[in-house]
């Protein structure tokens, strides 16, 4: 199993092709803590090879300058079939949207993508305050 590619931004859907919006952001701006952010997407692209058929499963954390997760943890699995004649490779690609992250601190975060229990991608970003206007 390979990552494609893994962002985080405002918007996601993967209904048969994947559109996104706001792409690639890594700070989100809070005049005040504590705040909630309402919603963002995480989407990560798996590659696995024919020799991994089969099911796996799948999770994202959220995690806080201290190490804590900050949202409930989302599982679930994978189901990696055969891919189509003459392909050697199959590709899942996994958009979750974050609703209600409470931010109880400024500093660094991450998204972390979990396959089979181990950690395969951590998407970092910050929480900042927004910047002073010149």
């Known amino acids: ?4 590619f893994a962002f985080l931004c405002d918007y996601a859907d993967n209904a048969g ?21 309402h919603v963002f997407f995480a989407v990560i692209r798996l ?18 300058p201290d190490g804590k997760q900050v949202v409930d943890p989302i599982d679930g699995k994978i189901r990696i079939s055969e891919p189509l004649d003459g392909q050697t490779t199959l590709h899942h690609t ?19 993508w979990l396959v089979g229990g181990a950690e395969v991608k951590r998407v970092n970003f910050k929480v ?4 002073t206007p010149a």
């Open 17 to 37: 092709k994947l559109h996104a919006l706001g792409i690639g952001f890594d700070t989100l701006h809070a005049p005040e803590l504590p705040a909630t952010h």
């Open 94 to 112: 996994i958009a979750m949207a974050i609703h209600g992250m409470k931010l109880e601190r400024y500093g660094p975060y991450a998204v972390s």
């Open 47 to 64: 590659r696995f090879s024919s020799g991994e058929i089969g099911e796996t499963t799948f999770g994202l954390r959220v995690i806080d």
């Open 1 to 4: 199993m390979e990552v494609d």
């Open 128 to 131: 900042s305050l927004p910047p």
